[in-house]
């Protein structure tokens, strides 16, 4: 689904331009997962697993750009890709459709500036418009950051997978699940 681009501005007064990337995005939003994955331990994939051809990221960017039940939107710096959420699915069957789970990311050079609390107000819009009555998140359980964040708009923690991220260095990391009613009163 295509988002109408918006601009969001920054506890430090900066402007960035908030759209659905295309698919001549794809070589942006691969160098962003690249480089987002080698910033921080939060994420699933380390870098090296960052793998798809331009053309396969392209495939997924034009899935995402038509559409109803996806979404993605970036926050660009000019050319630069400096955040992403998305949205998809769950499940595609009856029993699962009305869940959607989220992706979060801001490149570290930008954190704390807000724009990670906009762009989750982002995709829980995004999620109403398409239609989903939960929207859930997986987060690491020592990722502060994020927890505080997602509790801050609502989601609430229910349940913890133990040991659920294995790193390299052979440490384990817990995985809290997170979800929010998007049911509106
Ligand atoms: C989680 C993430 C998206 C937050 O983005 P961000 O742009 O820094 O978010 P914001 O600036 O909107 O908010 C950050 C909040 O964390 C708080 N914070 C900063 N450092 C913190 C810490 N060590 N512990 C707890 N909270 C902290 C800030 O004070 C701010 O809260 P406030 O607005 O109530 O003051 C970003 O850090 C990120 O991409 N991390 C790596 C990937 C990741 O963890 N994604 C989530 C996976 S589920």
Same mark, same amino acid.
Request: hydrophobic share 40%.
């Given at each position: 689904?295509?988002?109408?681009?918006?601009?969001?501005?920054?506890?430090?007064?900066?402007?960035?331009?908030?759209?659905?990337?295309?698919?001549?995005?794809?070589?942006?939003?691969?160098?962003?997962?690249?480089?987002?994955?080698?910033?921080?331990?939060?994420?699933?994939?380390?870098?090296? @697993? +960052?793998?798809?051809?331009?053309?396969? *990221?392209?495939?997924?960017?034009?899935?995402?750009? /038509? &559409?109803?039940? =996806?979404?993605?939107?970036?926050?660009?710096?000019?050319?630069?890709?400096?955040?992403?959420?998305?949205?998809?699915?769950?499940?595609?069957?009856?029993?699962?459709?009305?869940?959607?789970?989220?992706?979060?990311?801001?490149?570290?050079?930008?954190?704390?500036?807000?724009?990670?609390?906009?762009?989750?107000?982002?995709?829980?819009?995004?999620? @109403? +418009?398409?239609?989903?009555?939960?929207? *859930?998140?997986?987060?690491?359980?020592?990722?502060? /950051? &994020?927890?505080? =964040?997602?509790?801050?708009?609502?989601?609430?923690?229910?349940?913890?997978?133990?040991?659920?991220?294995?790193?390299?260095?052979?440490?384990?990391?817990?995985?809290?699940?997170?979800?929010?009613?998007?049911?509106?009163?």
């Amino acid at each position: 689904m295509k988002i109408v681009d918006s601009k969001v501005t920054t506890k430090r007064g900066e402007d960035f331009i908030l759209r659905t990337p295309s698919r001549d995005d794809a070589e942006k939003v691969l160098a962003f997962r690249r480089d987002v994955a080698g910033e921080t331990i939060y994420l699933t994939r380390y870098p090296y @697993e +960052i793998e798809n051809s331009i053309e396969k *990221e392209r495939e997924i960017l034009g899935n995402y750009y /038509r &559409a109803d039940n =996806l979404g993605m939107i970036g926050i660009f710096d000019n050319n630069r890709i400096i955040g992403i959420t998305s949205v998809s699915p769950v499940g595609i069957c009856f029993k699962m459709r009305h869940r959607a789970s989220a992706e979060l990311v801001v490149r570290k050079e930008y954190w704390n500036l807000g724009l990670g609390a906009h762009l989750l107000d982002q995709a829980i819009e995004l999620a @109403e +418009i398409c239609g989903y009555e939960r929207l *859930e998140l997986s987060v690491y359980a020592d990722n502060a /950051r &994020a927890l505080r =964040l997602y509790k801050k708009k609502g989601f609430i923690e229910c349940g913890q997978v133990p040991q659920a991220f294995k790193m390299m260095d052979g440490t384990y990391h817990d995985e809290i699940l997170m979800s929010k009613n998007l049911w509106r009163y």
